[in-house]
T-cell receptor, first 111, second 116 residues
Framework: KQEVTQIPAALSVPEGENLVLNCSFT??????LQWFRQDPGKGLTSLLL?????REQTSGRLNASLDKSSGRSTLYIAASQPGDSATYLC??????????FGSGTRLLVRP | DAGVIQSPRHEVTEMGQEVTLRCKPI?????LFWYRQTMMRGLELLIY????????DSGMPEDRFSAKMPNASFSTLKIQPSEPRDSAVYFC??????????????FGPGTRLTVL
């Protein structure tokens, strides 16, 4: 059974810092991995999708990497801003087209 | 496109009442998913449909929950009777036809359900 784990559960950093969020999964048979952002009381916003054959994807200050063989992904946020404060969720798409989510990392960027 | 539409956005009901949540997927999408999010269990897949047919309902917690998709543009998730432990945010998501590694789900804003 696929399990997705995110570390740390919560993170507080001063504005301007570069930071890394971690995601691990137990079964490497995935189609892709997605990173989502969720603001309090809001829905999910897709940030990046990495296909199983890819190593990384970039969008603006965000960079996500994927090492399928070791079951790991990282989300790198450069020059963090208070507006980046949110919960970040990692999810893997399994062979049945089911998204399996981690429990999220709650990020606070202090001004 | 307006994206995935869910209604109502908030629902407060009393234990024992029937609750119906509604979802309109993105036009042209063949897959529809229902998720539930709680503090304790995070985001869990309840059921998903492909071309209006339920494919996997193994996440539906018990017989009190049922979901239907009568046509390509509408789905309902019904809880009858509702219980306080059903309080959660329920998300609907849709996807275009399966394309392997490019398969991506688009989420609606969610319905926050409170059962008193």
């Amino acid at each position: 059974k696929q399990e997705v784990t995110q570390i740390p559960a919560a993170l507080s950093v001063p504005e301007g810092e570069n930071l890394v969020l971690n995601c691990s999964f137990t079964d490497s048979a995935i189609y892709n991995l997605q990173w989502f952002r969720q603001d309090p009381g809001k829905g999910l916003t897709s940030l990046l999708l990495i296909q199983s054959s890819q190593r990384e994807q970039t969008s603006g200050r965000l960079n996500a990497s994927l090492d399928k063989s070791s079951g790991r992904s990282t989300l790198y946020i450069a020059a963090s801003q208070p507006g980046d404060s949110a919960t970040y969720l990692c999810a893997v798409l399994d062979s049945s087209y089911k998204l399996i989510f981690g429990s999220g990392t709650r990020l606070l960027v202090r001004p | 496109d307006a994206g995935v539409i869910q209604s109502p956005r908030h629902e407060v009901t009393e234990m024992g009442q029937e609750v119906t949540l509604r979802c309109k997927p993105i036009s042209g999408h063949d897959y529809l998913f229902w998720y539930r999010q709680t503090m304790m269990r995070g985001l869990e897949l309840l059921i998903y449909f492909n071309n209006n047919v339920p494919i996997d309902d193994s996440g539906m917690p018990e017989d009190r929950f049922s979901a239907k998709m009568p046509n390509a543009s509408f789905s309902t998730l019904k809880i009858q009777p509702s219980e306080p432990r059903d309080s959660a945010v329920y998300f609907c998501a849709s996807s275009p036809a399966g394309t392997g590694t490019l398969f991506e789900q688009f989420f609606g804003p969610g319905t926050r359900l409170t059962v008193l």
